[in-house]
Every structure is written in C-alpha cells, then in structure tokens.
C-alpha cells in the first residue's frame, strides 16, 4: 500500500522534468543552427568579395567592364544569401598604398587631390583594388538565445591590378 502512494506522488515528475530539458536542448539546438547559418552568411560574402576584387583587377584594361557589371557579378556571387544581409552593400574602388603601411593594413580608398575617389579602373599595374561588402547581419531568433538585434559585417578583399 506504501509503495502505490509514492508513485502516485511522482506521476507528474516525468513531464516536468521533460519540459525542463527540452527547454534547455531547443536553446541549444537554435542556437547551433543560428551560428551555422551566420557562419554561411560570412562565408559566402568572403567568396563573393574575393571574386568580385579578383574579377575587377583582371578586366581593369576592359573599356567595357563597368562599376555596376562587377557589382552585379559580387551580387550574383552571393547566390540570394545577401537577403540575410540588411543594408546590403558592394563597393570597389582603388586603394592607397598608405593604408596597407599602417599597423594593422587596410584597405583604404586612394584619393585624388581633391578628396574624392578615383574610378576603379584607375589603377595602374600593380596597385591594388578593393571590393567590400557592408550591411548587418540579423538573427531569426536574437531574443531567445540573447543576441544582439543585428551585426555589423564589412568584408573586404584586395587583388593586384593586372591592367
């Protein structure tokens, strides 16, 4: 008679206990897949820079190759995934050789005398062009697993004129 009263007394400990746990497991698991998905993002838009900066200093001596054809080819590196980019953005420019002396390097737009950027295809054999890509990254669940609302992203790749 004991034994039948205790386990009427542990009956509903199974569903709590279970609840508990899978609580904890579906955080985890969104999380996992949260991070994988942000991890594709940034790949893919590594990709997409570093063959867009490659295609531009390959056709820098091509009068018909425009801005907007090698932003259009940055674009369609990126294979639709930029629509988890808000704000998406692709620029190219040429970049200063003072920007990589610095400590750290980076890519710096060179400027003319007046400040402002000259075309792309300006640059001479040699020097260098940059494609980056810029906008902000935003978690499908930034509440549950405590994220931030959006993440800055800014991918930059360089390449070698050829022209």
């Not at 746990?21 to 997409?48: K, Q, S, T, W």
């Not at 980019?85 to 610095?102: E, L, Q, W």
């Not at 710096?108 to 300006?122: H, Q, R």
Request: with cysteine.
């Amino acid at each position: 008679m004991l034994s039948h009263r205790i386990e009427k007394k542990r009956r509903g400990a199974t569903a709590v206990e279970s609840a508990l746990v899978l609580g904890i497991f579906f955080v985890l698991l969104f999380g996992v897949f949260e991070y994988c998905r942000f991890l594709m993002v940034l790949h893919v838009a590594n990709n997409a820079a570093r063959d867009a900066s490659r295609y531009a200093t390959v056709n820098v001596a091509n009068e018909e190759m425009t801005e907007a054809k090698i932003l259009q080819y940055a674009n369609d590196r990126m294979g639709g995934t930029q629509k988890n980019i808000r704000d998406f953005n692709v620029t190219v420019y040429p970049c200063s050789p003072a920007g990589f002396a610095k400590s750290p390097p980076r890519a710096e737009p060179k400027l003319n005398g007046d400040g402002t950027t000259p075309a792309w295809n300006a640059a001479s054999f040699t020097e260098r062009i940059a494609v980056t890509i810029r906008g902000r990254y935003e978690p499908v669940t930034p509440l549950l697993l405590f994220l931030p609302s959006s993440i800055p992203l800014e991918i930059t790749s360089v390449a070698g004129s050829e022209g």
